[in-house]
T-cell receptor, first 113, second 115 residues
Framework: GNSVTQMEGPVTLSEEAFLTINCTYT??????LFWYVQYPGEGLQLLLK?????DKGSNKGFEATYRKETTSFHLEKGSVQVSDSAVYFC????????????FGTGTSLTVIP | KAGVTQTPRYLIKTRGQQVTLSCSPI?????VSWYQQTPGQGLQFLFE???????NKGNFPGRFSGRQFSNSRSEMNVSTLELGDSALYLC??????????????FGPGTRLTVL
């Protein structure tokens, strides 16, 4: 079946530190991979996505590369800001078999000045 | 372009009651999915509708149901509420199934509290 395993949190970093949030997946087909971010009291916002192996998604300084050989989609940012404090969710969907998204458990990030 | 809207934003009910939540997708989007978010279980898929038909259903009891109207608006209903149904219910819309169209846009959610 399809599933996503995400790095446990919470993660606390100082401003300008390097961020990595690990995400690995299990899929029966050829999934698309996503990172969503949720700010307090809000719904999920798409941060970036990749639809095939070796694709790199990027947005707002965040990057993630779809690695089929390691079934991973780790999120990275070179220099975090206080405004990046949020919960980050890794997700996959296999649009060939349906539109259902499978989410990781979420990783809470707090950036301190 | 207006985003996904969900009403109401907050709801308080008592055990045994039933509740209906509403979701209006982004204009032009025909697929609506519903998720339940709780601290213990995370984000769990409830069901997906496309062109007024349920395409996928998650592992929830029959008390949870939904429907989609011809204008793509969707409602979900929970009957005989239990304390464990307290959660944030998120609606997501997308253009439809298919590789190029499956990016989902989420609404702000409806916070349901069951007392």
């Amino acid at each position: 079946g399809n599933s996503v395993t995400q790095m446990e949190g919470p993660v606390t970093l100082s401003e300008e530190a390097f961020l990595t949030i690990n995400c690995t997946y299990t899929a029966t087909g050829y999934p698309s991979l996503f990172w969503y971010v949720q700010y307090p009291g809000e719904g999920l916002q798409l941060l970036l996505k990749a639809t095939k192996a070796d694709d790199k998604g990027s947005n707002k300084g965040f990057e993630a590369t779809y690695r089929k050989e390691t079934t991973s989609f780790h999120l990275e940012k070179g220099s975090v800001q206080v405004s990046d404090s949020a919960v980050y969710f890794c997700a996959l969907s296999d649009p060939r078999t349906g539109n259902q998204f499978y989410f990781g458990t979420g990783t809470s990030l707090t950036v301190i000045p | 372009k207006a985003g996904v809207t969900q009403t109401p934003r907050y709801l308080i009910k008592t055990r045994g009651q039933q509740v209906t939540l509403s979701c209006s997708p982004i204009s032009g989007h025909r697929s609506v999915s519903w998720y339940q978010q709780t601290p213990g279980q995370g984000l769990q898929f409830l069901f997906e509708y496309f062109s007024e038909t349920q395409r996928n259903k998650g592992n929830f009891p029959g008390r949870f149901s939904g429907r989609q109207f011809s204008n793509s608006r969707s409602e979900m209903n929970v009957s005989t509420l239990e304390l464990g149904d307290s959660a944030l219910y998120l609606c997501a819309s997308s253009l439809g199934p298919g590789i190029s169209y499956n990016e989902q846009f989420f609404g702000p959610g409806t916070r349901l509290t069951v007392l």
